[in-house]
């Protein structure tokens, strides 16, 4: 194995997980010293009995609630958050839903610390290989999370914000990261299978999209290659049992897995192409994550066999090293078909005629900065679409 010199930054998150979890939500918020928390959520935990039981143990901690979110954020929203999170002078967010909320709670906490207008805290890249990535050196608020899917975006640095141009924004603090994370077994008891499913191939494709990454290093191959074979061995059997606990809670610890994965090795071609398709077309992450993948996979495959191999023998598929990751392409659109999530781009709704405009836009994410083949032209994006397609 060639070792390459990398650095590696740990944020500051502690995970608390089990049946107790919840009911432990008091203590630990009071370890993190904050009294007036902004509650941020979307519609679709509105009525949940995770939330009640959220505001019953914080009680007088939430001074207000922002209950707005959308699939993707945006700039708009995060912007009239900052507005009401400034009125109520709080010291801390505490986010319950998927990436949408703890994102739109990150871009609040960066108006808040850094001021201006959001867009200008994005980070930039010129294709076809220049990445700007924008400092924010300012302190941070603590942000408590209770993750209802299986993103991991919770745990990341990082988060993504749709501008009116239906283009994701996309910004990087490593003082984001949630400083506490609750995976208690409520968290996704009341989240729709199919969005369980197709979240968790996004929790998937952060561990093998990291195993593959410009910016891969050894700590970061280990947590995804423990996420791999945790993802591969939960998702069937919920597929067969759709309420297995042990399934369920194996999905948070690697979703969990994968979000450290990406905190440091960031993100390929898979991602910049689903980015795009939510922000452009409104297609879920989780959807487009669960459709594009294998294909992604197949794309990076001549560039990228040794890593891929890694993949097929954490989900049990083994070979010499081609045919490895020959293997892991083949058991990653086997899952598809096994989970019963979307497999190809028409089936998530999306037009045809939308993707030419979905190769342009991908060539200007930061994706392709750390994909390990080298993307120059929007026909190449092109075709890969129209594989999926
Ligand atoms: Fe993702």
Avoid at 183 to 195: N, R
Avoid at 204 to 223: F, K, V, W
Avoid at 331 to 341: D, E, K, N, S, T
Wanted: glycine share 8%; proline share 6%.
């Amino acid at each position: 194995m060639k070792m390459n010199p990398f650095d590696y930054t740990m944020p500051l998150t502690r995970i608390v997980s089990g049946p107790e979890s919840l009911n432990r939500l008091p203590t630990e918020v009071q370890a993190l010293g904050v009294t007036r928390l902004l509650l941020v959520h979307g519609q679709r935990v509105a009525g949940t009995q995770l939330l009640a039981s959220v505001r019953d143990r914080l009680g007088p901690r939430i001074v207000g609630t922002y209950a707005e979110v959308i699939p993707h954020s945006s700039v708009d929203l995060v912007t009239r958050g900052a507005e009401l999170a400034r009125s109520l002078r709080i010291d801390g967010f505490v986010s319950v839903g998927g990436g949408s909320s703890s994102d739109t709670a990150k871009g609040i906490n960066i108006l808040l610390a850094e001021g201006g207008a959001l867009p200008e805290h994005a980070s930039t890249f010129v294709p076809p290989d220049k990445f700007y990535p924008k400092e924010l050196s300012r302190p941070k608020l603590p942000l408590i999370a209770l993750p209802t899917t299986c993103s991991g975006a919770e745990i990341t640095p990082g988060l993504g914000i749709r501008n009116e141009q239906g283009v994701k924004l996309l910004f990087w603090d490593v003082k984001l990261a949630s400083r506490l994370v609750v995976l208690g077994p409520e968290c996704l008891a009341e989240t729709p299978l199919p969005i369980i499913m197709t979240t968790a191939m996004n929790g998937l494709a952060h561990c093998i999209e990291g195993l593959y990454s410009r910016q891969r290093n050894p700590i970061s191959d280990a947590l995804a290659l423990q996420g791999i074979r945790l993802f591969n061995t939960a998702l069937p059997r919920l597929a067969d049992r759709h309420d297995d606990p042990e399934a369920l809670a194996m999905l948070q610890a690697a979703s969990a897995l994968g979000g450290m994965v990406i905190s440091n090795a960031r993100v390929g071609i898979h991602h910049a192409i689903c980015h795009c398709l939510g922000a452009r077309l409104n297609v879920s992450h989780g959807v487009a994550n669960a459709v594009m993948l294998p294909y992604a996979m197949r794309f990076n495959l001549d560039v990228a066999a040794p890593r891929l191999a890694l993949a097929a023998e954490a989900m049990g598929v083994a070979g010499n090293e081609q045919a490895a990751a020959e293997k892991a392409v083949e058991a990653v659109f086997a899952l598809q078909a096994r989970i019963g999530v979307p497999q190809r781009l028409r089936d998530a709704g999306v037009d045809r005629t939308a993707l030419q405009q979905i190769a342009r836009d991908t060539m200007q994410d930061r994706g392709l900065y750390f994909n390990p083949k080298p993307v120059a032209h929007a026909e190449v994006v092109l075709r890969l679409l129209e594989e999926a397609w």
